[in-house]
């Protein structure tokens, strides 16, 4: 049985490998203040992204929905944090809220189009699209329109193969 993870690995455009190294590249820049929550929460985000993976790859796929759900722990937590103290932070401290909550929120996102495109690999089409569904739902946000967009049109395919069009009959002559 082929590894449908190690396909989809092959699969990916190159657009993706970056993207998905360009957040890995944007949490791990969090550096400039070693031992802060900053740092923290970027290390954090960075090792939920690097277990998730591994989890996928070997078909543990309710631990990589846990570490995934980690990482939006982390949004909702520094969004929390950013709406209960807005007025007492600097405007540095609030960039670095934003990071955060940009960072968590984009790798999350990423990661459940990885899933939903894991469980099409492995044909299992109700499980792709509800995790489709979900990114639709929860991604909503102007900032995440690409990730919603993706995952329609991944739906889409999803659909396609769950409930395939009848094929026009030709006129018979």
């Not at 657009?15 to 998905?20: E, H, P, Q, V």
């Not at 631990?63 to 949004?75: D, F, K, L, T």
């Not at 960072?103 to 999350?108: L, N, P, Y």
Request: one cysteine or more.
């Amino acid at each position: 049985m082929k590894n449908p993870f190690l396909l989809y690995c092959r699969s990916m455009k190159k657009s993706t490998c970056l993207k998905i190294l360009g957040g890995l590249l944007i949490v791990t820049s969090f550096s400039g203040c070693a031992g802060d929550r900053h740092q923290q929460q970027a290390e954090a985000i960075k090792g939920h992204v690097e277990t998730f993976y591994g989890h996928l790859q070997s078909h543990q796929v309710d631990q990589a929905v846990s570490e995934n759900e980690q990482i939006e722990v982390i949004a909702l937590s520094a969004e929390e944090r950013l709406l209960r103290r807005v007025g007492q932070m600097n405007h540095g401290e609030k960039t670095q809220e934003w990071k955060i909550i940009k960072t968590a929120k984009e790798t999350a996102a990423e990661n459940w189009l990885a899933l939903a495109r894991y469980f099409s690999e492995a044909k299992q089409y109700n499980k792709a699209r509800g995790t489709y569904r979900r990114i639709i739902e929860t991604y909503q946000d102007s900032p995440y329109h690409s990730y919603v967009d993706r995952a329609k049109m991944g739906l889409r395919d999803v659909e396609t193969i769950l409930s395939p069009e009848p094929l026009p009959s030709l006129p018979v002559k």
